[in-house]
Nanobody, 115 residues
Framework: VQLVESGGGSVQAGGSLRLSCEASGISFRIAAMGWYRQAPGNQRELVAVITSGGSTNYADSVKGRFTISRDNGKNTVALQMNNLKPEDTDVYYC??????????WGQGTQVTVSS
């Protein structure tokens, strides 16, 4: 399984970025796809997740600003990030969870928001 992320970068506060992730080598049923973020020295935390049925869950800190979407046929997941804040600065990781529980991670993409 390979996860390829794209769309990170630098933006000023209030701006927008869109992250995309494409999963390949999938030979199993995907239960959920999501985005996590991690700053140096901190634990990786959930940003948003979407199940195969379309249910979503967001971290409280991003609700109303970020939107996760998924194309099941293409095994892709995207994260639209609006009204970005400096505290959103982190490395963002794409995640795929199989129905039997195993997880895979992308290589991470840097998002930097300046004030």
């Amino acid at each position: 399984v390979q996860l390829v992320e794209s769309g990170g970068g630098s933006v000023q506060a209030g701006g927008s970025l869109r992250l995309s992730c494409e999963a390949s080598g999938i030979s199993f049923r995907i239960a959920a796809m999501g985005w996590y973020r991690q700053a140096p020295g901190n634990q990786r935390e959930l940003v948003a997740v979407i199940t195969s049925g379309g249910s979503t869950n967001y971290a409280d800190s991003v609700k109303g600003r970020f939107t996760i979407s998924r194309d099941n046929g293409k095994n892709t997941v995207a994260l639209q990030m609006n009204n970005l804040k400096p505290e959103d600065t982190d490395v963002y990781y794409c995640n795929v969870q199989a129905s039997y529980g195993s997880r895979w991670w992308g290589q991470g993409t840097q998002v930097t928001v300046s004030s």
